[in-house]
Structure formats: C-alpha cells, structure tokens
C-alpha cells in the first residue's frame, strides 16, 4: 500500500482519519466516529436531507450532482424495498481516492450508507468494491463485522428500534460496472452493462426498487456534514459546491498521490499516451453499443501499429474521425471518456503524431516498441 | 391513452402517450433505421443508429428509447444524422466480413440495405479484421462469428418471446460473442426464430445455407400443414432441374397470424415432400403385389368397384374415412361424395376435439368463440388441459406474449407442469386421467374443494369468475357435457377447443361425421342440403369403430381413406377388412402409410402432392358411376360457392379471405353428443407430425427430437 502523502495546504476532512487507525471501531469511536448515525437516528427523514441538500455536497464519482437532491427523488412510499448503494468501483485511470477512504475510513463509508438509508426510508445497504481491490476487502468486510458486533448494523441499531443492514460485493474487474446503472446489472448477478434511463434508479433501481446509488467519497462526506453541520461544510466549498475533493496526482511527479489529475510533462509522449489510454478503453469497454466497441478496438489497433513506426499521414485524420463518430454518440459516457483525450491529443500534439511518420517508432521508446508489420498506404 | 402531439421533420403527429419516437416516425412514414429495435422486444439502444435531433437536447438521442412527450420537436434527418449513422455502418463493416456474393442474406440483409442508405464504402481501416470460425450449433442453426453485429435481437427473441432462453452474450468489448447455452451447441426448441430475426447472415438456417440466391426464389404463402394452428409459412420454391423445388420455409412478410412467429415444423418439415418414399404413381395389387399402373388403369380399378358395390349391397356397405389435412372443400366434397355419390352417411375422420360439443353448448349463442388474435389481447385467459408449448406453439407464443406485453392474466389447470405454467398467474395442478373434467364439475359448482390444492383452485375459481373478459382455452381432455358445463359456468367467456392437426375443424365443420352434416347440422335437420343436392340418405351412418365392426361382420364391403390412417389410432384389427380398400393418403408407401399390415395392405394406394388431390378424385368420381351432374363442379371457388350457401357460421368476408388473410368463422350448428371415445388425441410434441414428421428429415434430426420420451403412440395421420 501506498505511503501517505500531504500538503500544507490541505483541509483534511474526508481524509482527516487516515493515517489515525481508524479501521479499528474504538479508535474510530475516538475520532467521533458513529456520532453522526446517532444524531441522524434522532432526526427527521427530511432534516437529514435537507441538511444534505443545503452544504452542496454533490457526487464524487464524476457526474456532480447534487446529493441531497438525488435523495429527494426517493419516492417516500414504494411496493418494493429500497436501496442504498455504495459505488466503490473506483477504476477511472489515475483515480485513487475511494481506495484510500476503504483502506483508512471503511466506517465512515458504513456509517454514510445508513444515514443514507435513515433519510430515504431504506433497511438495506450493499457496499460495491471494484474487483481489483481485493486486497481491501478484508478490512471493508471486518469492518462491517465489527458494527453489527456492536449493534450499529442489523436490528434495532443503538437501540433505536430501526434496522439496517449492509452488504459487502466485490465487482469483477469491469471498469464499465462503474456506471451506476451497470453496477446494479452486475450487483443483480448480470453482465455489466448500463441500462436505459429513465426510469432513474431513484425510482426504479437495484432489484426494481427505488435506489441511492453514491460514490464511497460522498457517502463518506455525509457524517462530516451533519457533525459540522450543512453551512460550515458549504463554506469549505466553491458556492454552488460544498466541502473538500480529494484529487488524485500521478504520472512524471516527485510526489505522486492523491491530490489531482494526471500530470505530464514534456518528456512523455503523447502517442505512447495514447495508446495506452486507448489500450485501457479498449479492454474496458462492455461491448454493448457500437460506436464503443468498435471505436475504442480501432484507435487501439491503429494506434499500435503507428507507435512502432507504421504510421501514415491519413491515421491521424482517421483517428479524429473515428473519435468524432464516438463522441456524444454512445451509450454511456465511456465512449465519450475515450473520444475526448484522442481528440484532444491530436488537436493539441499533431507535431508529435507526426514526427512518428515515415517509420519513424516511438523516439521515448527506442526498439521496445510493440512492433507489427509498417504497411504500405 | 391520452393524445401526445409532437413535430418531427416539421410534420405535426399525435401518437397515444407512451408511444416510442421511432414508432410515431414510423407512424407517419418517416423511416428512423435501427438493428438493435425490434417491436415487442425489451428496447436495448445499442446500435446507435436510430440517432434523431431532439429540440433542446444537446446530444442525439436514441429514437428508440424515446417517449414522446408533448410538444417534443425532432429531426430525423439532418447532416449530422446522416454522418452519425454513416459512421455507425462503418464502424459495423469494420469487422465485418465482405463475403456478401456468397452470404445467404445477401440481398435480404439490413447491413447492405443501411450502406446503401448511408454509403460507407470507403475502409479507413488498414489493420485485419478479426475473424473467428463459424460454428454450427444444431442440425438446423449455423452461426457465422464474424457477420455478427451483436444487435441481440436472436438473444431476446428467443429469451422473450420463447421463454427459451438458450442464447447469450459472452465476453466483453470487441470480444463479445452470441454463444448458446449449451457452450457449442443448442438445446432448444429449434424453432429458428434467431434466425429468421438476424439482420444479416450471421445466424443461417442448416436447411437453407448455400442454395440459392434469395432473389432466384418465388415466394409462395401458404397455411402451414402440422398442427391446428393455422401459421402462414412463405415458401421460397426455386426452378431445378426436376422441376420445383421448395428450398425454404419462413414467414417472410408476416402477414399470417403468425405474425413473426414460426416453430420449427413450419419453417422446416416441408421437407417432407422430398422424402424418396413418396409414391407419386398410382399402385395397384396384382397377384399380392402393389403394383404401379398408370391413372387410367387406376381410376377403372376404383370406379368401377365401388359401383358393383353399390349396385350389389348399397350405400351402408361403404365406409368413407376422411382427414384432418385436406382443405374445407376436399372435405366438404368428401362428404358430398360420400352422401350423394355413395349414398351413404358412413364417413368420419380421426376426431382430436370435441367440437359438436362445443357446437351443441353454443346453440343460439353468438360471438362466445376466441380467434387465435384474441388470445393475444385478452386481459385474461383460462386454460385447461393441453400443453400448448409442445401442441399449439403458435397459441403458446400467443399467451406468453400477451402475458409479457399486455400483463394479461392466465390461469393453467393441468396434470401435467407444462411450460405455461411459469407465464400463469395462477397454476392449479389436477390429478391425471379426469382432473380436468373434475376442475369443471367444481367450477361449475358452488361446493368446496375437497381434493389436493384445495385453497389454490378455491383461489383460482374465484378470480376466473370474477374476470370481466376472459378467454377459456381447453383441449381434448374436456368432452362431451363437461363442455357445456363450463359454457354455463363462464358466460362471460369466449371460448377456444383445441383440435391437433391442420385442418382438424375444418373436418369437423364439413360435416365428416355420420350423424352431422357441415355445419354440425343432424340428419334430420338438413333438408336445405337434401334440396340443394337432390338427395341425402337419411339412415344415420356408422363412425368409424362401427364400420370396422361392420366389416369384421361381412357388411361392410368398401373403405375410401382420404388423407389419413384410422388403423393404428383406433386399434382396430386390419384382417377384418378383407374388402375394397382405397388409401388417397399424402404418398408415402402404402405399407407405412396405410398400416394394413401383415399382408394386408390396401388394394391402391393413390398419390397426393403438393397439388391438390380434387383433379384424382374428380376420375374416381367420374368412374365411379358416370355420376358427375349430382356433383358440384370440381372448382375449390365453386365449391366455397356452395359452402357459404348452405353451411352455417360460413358467412365469411371473402374477399378478405382471398386476401389471404384469416377469418374467423362462429359454431352456428345445432351440434350433438358424441361419443368422448373416439376422440384420441395426436399427442404430437414439437418435433413430431404424424406421417408428415416421419418423412421431415429436419425434424428427425435434432438432437431434441430423440432426448424426448417417447410419446405414448406414434401420431398415424
């Protein structure tokens, strides 16, 4: 596991336990932990969510919608059971935050999911962790071992009468199941691919009932905000969106961790970038809509072939028009995810693209290249 | 539903609420492409070539996807449309194989049609296309990897609308692949459906693949001859060197009432035509032997023994056995034949359903009968006995269509679990031999149930008597007064008896019994006939076991057997018909086909084609007594003539029909009590047909076909 890093800088909220044992539940008792769920077990439904709704918390998994407000949506009364989904299928390259929460915070995330529940009128909660972090599992599972232990989890929670219980699922290594639709086709035992909207998951969701779905950082947000209180947590923020972001820092830096972005710096390049984004996009995609499928499998394959020198001129158009027919034009927002950085990457570093021409491979990579045939136009 | 008004191209269209955007497009004849939608199949927005411009929305959206809501404003054709959908062609013929001068839907296939629409005929791509090899995943299902397009339309049809559920989608990305359920192969019910759905030749039939080019055929339309219900299946018949040769079994324009569905018998089992054990000359015994011997020498043969029959013992010494396969008006001729010609009333034919019955409980009642479309938009449906899955595939899609699209409501009584059961809203298991008889008595009545599942039909009788409308499907297990104690029970209900084979009501509504003529009209009741024909023998006429009796005794003297096989399904002893015999069957040998076994096969065994076998018997008829002026003359319109003339419930549009189109027709007959014991169900499955089935290659060649048990008798007819 990756040594912690920090700034001066930093307002250590969401991150304010890590490094402080919090795994353990009396250590992160110590911290206030688990003081949040008991005041919200005293609070009314839609005091929890207005409060939500009022320090502009908003969606940590990419999107950015406002928190409380997707709450809101949760039909008060429903035939079936309602939901809360704790979106832990953190896999966005050089994404890394929810992994440190799990492996620091896992109670703060168990706590956040009941709130949840405690708002919306739900008894059932499932924690999805992306399958890569296995490793993680273990502390996530002990942790939720540990709160119904202590009667936090299951029936009558502190005594309060009200249940709730919470479910641990480990994805299968699909960067697509990320997507909250396709997180509940692979939480209900399918293929993980997304569903048509609407119905919007807080109407018809998991199993068909009314679902919460939440990135683990937003959930892990919430018992901050009903401690410190709505304002104090909208302060923090920009003014249409409340609190800290953790940000995520890799590629050529001293100090890689998790702040924000993928930074490069001029000693990279660009087409082995590309490439291996496209590689990632390529094996990520589900399959299910075309542009996706066969774009993603074409930028890749092309892109191959001209970083080890058997690039022509017409690839480079080739590729933006390709990107071109993907963007805004695929089922989800994946396709988009890899339409943009290649367009991007060609409108912004042609030169580089092509000063790979004329069989030129990969100057950063000399003969390591993955080599395939230079073909003839 | 409420009116929803929307503009699309500019045009205004109002649509009932809930409507899709494609299908309101298509409304007003405004074409949105698409492979991935299929109407009634759950909506999948995965091949992205429904791509409209929708007012406000800043990307293209999905037309097939999309409600309309009031005041929506759509584009379906703009620059950016077009270059989108172009786009989406030639992503799909990146990988896909150009092998279209040798594909069997080349010429029938979407993919061509959309890059003709779109033009996407330049490749941008210089990297090999993935290849995979083809697979064959039954004797009739081929899979081609690479044409794939992965529309999923094979897998929801045949998970949807099959509840077969063998297909699915394996792997991921580029990798995707349809594979079946069984890893390599298929076990299913082979009912070709993914085929047929496949937007290109990915899935190919094993029948078809590789014989022709789909514009060398002449598509023909025509009822399909297994069971009773009535699918349209179009022929592809190209020229051969033997003549014509049908190559291809689909429901091409899906125009039938079949709509898109066909099983495996009408997509495959015309094959029996082929069969090299068809007799296509006349055959006549000489010295012991069946021996061929030209029309001529045929029709002398039989003319003239029925003659000297008539002439030495009279009409009650010939028996008449007609059949479930020939058309309304071979039987209405048989029967005319019979009764006019050979002055008898001994004619019957392999009875599967109770229809006088039926006929009898519905006297003086009118619309209270259930065409096969009502059973696709009932609310709700009652059935009882039969296992549809198996014996009516055409109903069973029906049912679990309405049940999956309109919610309808079913309710299964049965001894046995069949597949129904999983559409029902309500499933009553009952004992066997009776349980379904005994279901009636209950429900008719008021009394508690005292057997086993007594809460359940408790349940079950009060929510069928509290349906509004509903439809009540029954098969041969009720007979007799138990029909017309259910038609009491349910006077709000539209009724359906299933009969097993092609035209097993048409046999019964021509009157191919001997105390009913067409129109379940009794003897004494048909003085508009006796006048119309100038004569009808009023002695009511032996049915079948009776004949056979008959014969064993020395009376009866001659057998005409018409499109069928009464030997073996009524277990009656061959030796004892030591007379005339004729077999008109559907041409296979005689000795098969015709079971006089042990030595005793029929005297001639006459073919029957494809053709009809009017212009055969018109030269029997002829011989048989110079007695042509009390026929009709030898035209199917003609004798339509007379049927809708003198037949009751026959009162058909017939102009529609001539359409080609299906006509309901009522029971408006008097009908009668039959004996239940002649009723004797086919019990064909899916992969049998009697004779018809033997001879289908295609049908003894799944794998399914031989897993089954073996059915309690072999159908004979």
Sequence with gaps: MADLVSHPDEIKIVSRRFGQGATKLDRYLELDGYKALQKALSMQPDDIINTVKN??????????FNTGMKWSFV???????????????????GTCKDRLIFEHDPHAVIEGVVIAGLAVGSTQGYIYIRGEYRYLSEIMQKAIADAYARGFLGQN????????EVYWHGGAGAYEVGEESALMESLEGKRGIPRIRPPFPAVVGLWGGPTVINNAETLASVPHIL???????????????????????????????VYELVVLDDTACIVKFALRTMKFYQHESCGWCIPCREGTDWLKKTLIRFHSGGGLMKDIDNMYYLSENMLGRTFCPLGDAAAMPMMAFIKKFRQEFEDHLEGRPCACEGAAVEQLPVMAD | MPDVNITIDGKKVTAPAGTLLIEACKSVGIEVPSFCYYPNLSLQGACRMCLVKIEKMPKLQTACTTVITEGMAVSTDTPEIHQARKGMVELLLGNHPLDCPV??????????????????????????????????????VYFDRPRCILCYRCVRVCGEGMDVWALGVQNRGVSSIIAPNQEDHLECEECGMCIDICPVGALTSGAYRYKTRPWEMNHVGTPCTHCADGCKTTLGVRRSDTGMEIVRGDNRDKSGINGDFLCIKGRYAFDFVDSAERITRPLIRKDGQLTPASWEEAFQLVGRNFRETLERHGGQAIGVFGSNRTT???????????RVVLQTNNIDHHRTADFPALAAALAGKSGRTASMRDVYSAPAILLIGSDPTEQHPLLAWQIRNNVRLHRARLYVVNSQSIKLRRQATLFAQVPESGGEAAFIDFLAGNAAHAGENAAQLQDLRDKVRAEPELVVIFGSELRGESIARLVNALPQAKFVSLGDYANSRGAADMGLYPDLL?????LDKGSSFAADWGTLPTLPGLNFLQMSESAKAGQLKALYVVGANPINRFKVDPFAFSIV?????MGFEVHKLVPFRRGEPADMGQSRGAQSGEADRHAVWLEAHGLEPKMSPFDPMAIFDEIQRLVPGYEVARLNLMAGNDQHTEFSGLGALQDPGLIVPANDGLFTSGTLGRYSKVLNSVSENQHRTEQTEVAAD
Excluded at chain 1, 157 to 164: E, K, L, Q, V
Excluded at chain 2, 581 to 585: C, F, K, Q, V, W
């Design chain 1, 157 to 164: 929670i502190f005594g309060s009468g009200r249940d709730f």
């Design chain 2, 518 to 522: 067409p129109g379940y009209l009794p």
């Design chain 2, 328 to 338: 309304n008006e071979e039987n209405y001729l048989l029967q005319k034949f019979a």
């Design chain 1, 75 to 93: 039909p008060k009364q429903s035939p079936k059971p309602k939901y809360i989904l704790c979106n832990g299928d953190e896999s966005e390259p």
């Design chain 1, 227 to 257: 401690l410190g209180g709505a304002e104090w947590f909208a302060n923090l923020g920009t003014p249409k969106n409340g609190g800290t972001r953790l940000f995520c820092l890799s590629g050529n830096l001293e100090r890689p961790g």
């Design chain 2, 103 to 140: 594909c069997d839907a080349g010429g029938e296939c979407e993919l061509q049609d959309m890059t003709f629409s779109y033009g996407a005929a330049e490749s941008r791509y210089i990297e090999p296309k993935h290849h995979r090899e083809e697979q064959q995943w039954s004797p009739v």
């Design chain 2, 581 to 585: 015999r004729i077999a008109d069957a």
């Design chain 1, 55 to 64: 320090s502009g918390l908003r969606g940590r998994g990419g999107a950015g």
